[in-house]
């Protein structure tokens, strides 16, 4: 079975401030798939990144930051200097093989984000 | 290019009648799921068509619970005899086919069962 653990249930900063979304996985695939989604008030999933479990680079886009460590299972997310408009629930998902072919993503409960400005 | 749209957006039931939920995906994309989300939680699969074929369904789909997708294009959810536990959100994604393309969600649709 799949399972996604997002530890933290609320985190808050301050504006500016860099914070660190954790995401570990398990699952008996050698190859999968790990997503992020963030959900904001709207309500909406919105895309932000996938990863493929042969390629443990990190990736860096603007602001966000993603560290994959296929090691210790976890696959983190960095947001440095902090927005308000950051502020939403944040999803770690996972798809593999054995998850009807890589189709359908197991989800993590979600860390919800508030930035205060 | 329009991403994928689901009406209503909220829905009010009493308990013991069924609704009737429709999603359209984005139009390029053969592969359509349906989720579940409940407050506090993260989506869980409900089922999925490729084309028109329904390929996979949870268990968390009761007999209660079918979805359609005639034509290959948007798709229904109903919910016949609701009861208070399928207040939730709903929600639809799509994607393209090809296992390393990622899903685009749907706002929801938030059902209210009283």
């Known amino acids: 079975a799949q399972k996604v653990t997002q530890a933290q249930t609320e985190i808050s900063v301050v504006e500016k401030e860099d914070v660190t979304l954790d995401c570990v996985y398990e699952?008996?695939?050698?190859?999968?798939?790990l997503f992020w989604y963030k959900q904001p008030p709207s309500g909406e999933l919105v895309f932000l990144i996938r990863?493929?479990?042969?390629?443990?680079q990190n990736e860096i886009s603007g602001r966000y930051s993603w560290n994959f460590q296929k090691s210790t299972s976890s696959f983190n997310f960095t947001i440095t200097a902090s927005q308000v408009v950051d502020s939403a629930v944040y999803f770690c998902?996972?798809?593999?093989?054995?998850?009807?072919?890589?189709?359908?993503?197991?989800f993590g409960k979600g860390t919800m984000l508030l930035v205060s400005p | 290019d329009t991403g994928v749209s689901q009406d209503p957006r909220h829905k009010i039931t009493k308990r013991g009648q069924n609704v009737t939920f429709r999603c359209d995906p984005i139009?390029?994309?053969?592969?359509l799921y349906w989720y579940r989300q409940t407050l506090g939680q993260g989506p869980e699969f409900l089922t999925y068509?490729?084309?028109?074929?329904?390929?996979?369904k949870s268990r968390l789909l009761s007999d209660r619970f079918s979805a359609e997708r005639p034509k290959g294009s948007f798709s229904t959810l109903e919910i016949q005899r609701t009861e208070q536990g399928d207040s939730a959100m709903y929600l639809c994604?799509?994607?393209?086919?090809?296992?390393?393309?990622?899903?685009?969600f749907g706002p929801g649709t938030r059902l209210t069962v009283t």
């Open positions: 068509f490729q084309n028109e074929a329904q390929l996979e």
């Open positions: 699952t008996r695939d050698t190859t999968y798939y």
């Open positions: 994604a799509s994607r393209k086919q090809g296992y390393h393309y990622e899903q685009y």
């Open positions: 139009s390029e994309h053969n592969r």
């Open positions: 990863r493929n479990s042969f390629d443990e």
């Open positions: 998902a996972l798809s593999g093989e054995k998850n009807s072919g890589y189709s359908t993503l197991t």
